[in-house]
């Protein structure tokens, strides 16, 4: 589960905070309207590279999503199961 909140919104670009699991260590994702993918400008600390890694793959595709609908949410919770 991530939660993430919105950071920045330009015309040019979107920013969100994730919060892996509700810990209070974020990471950061970035994504430029028109681009076809979100980018991980920091990974979230975690402890562990592999489910870090996860972590940020998932909020980012989250984004990415976000930025396709234009729907631009303050916060929102990612679950997966």
Do not use: H
């Not at 040019?12 to 991980?40: F, H, S, T, W």
């Not at 592999?50 to 679950?79: D, H, M, W």
């Amino acid at each position: 589960m991530n939660k993430l909140k919105l950071k920045e919104a330009t015309q040019a670009y979107v920013i969100y905070l994730y919060y892996p699991d509700g810990k209070d260590k974020y990471g950061e994702i970035r994504m430029d309207i028109g681009d076809e993918e979100a980018n991980v400008t920091t990974r979230a600390d975690l402890g562990n590279e592999i489910t870090s890694g996860s972590y940020a793959f998932k909020a980012a595709k989250a984004v990415k999503e976000c930025v396709q609908e234009r729907n631009f949410p303050l916060e929102f919770t990612q679950a997966w199961y």
